[in-house]
């Protein structure tokens, strides 16, 4: 894949990086003030139904459990996977759960056409920004 087209998908991932970003800063300036707040062209009055949005963008969530034996009863989730679009190219969250079934990491990964799944470099408040929007979710049974 020629290097233009490698960073064009980079670009997408990182503006998925920075619309969760986005997201993040509105829902914790509604905490302190109160404020209605608009994203994306929608007024929000309550960071519920900003938390209810999000939760409707994936296209699939996913969980698996480690390696164990064939004898063995499936084990607690381990891993997750957020699903936010497929095709060339695609785009995931992936990350650790800990014994609670709640994230312990969130990575942003992109991948395209004949190529793995990349994890994406980001800030420090990007990478809190992925954690948080991760932990809206339920993995558990």
């Known amino acids: 894949m020629p290097q233009n087209e490698k960073a064009r998908v980079r670009r997408q991932a990182n503006g998925i990086a920075s619309s969760i970003l986005e997201q993040h800063k509105l829902y914790l300036k509604f905490q302190e003030d109160g404020e209605p707040f608009v994203y994306d062209n929608e007024e929000f009055t309550d960071s519920r139904d900003l938390v209810d949005r999000i939760r409707g963008e994936p296209l ?70 992925l954690l948080w929007y991760a932990s809206l979710f339920w993995y558990g049974e």
């Open 60 to 129: 699939s969530i996913q969980v698996r459990d480690g390696w164990r034996s064939l004898a063995d009863e499936r084990g607690d989730p381990e891993e997750y996977e957020i699903l936010l679009g497929t095709g060339g190219p695609a785009f995931r969250i992936v990350g650790r759960l800990d014994d609670n079934n709640e994230p312990e990491t969130a990575v942003l990964e992109w991948q395209d056409w004949f190529l793995p799944w990349t994890p994406l470099k980001v800030s420090n408040a990007k990478r809190e920004a």
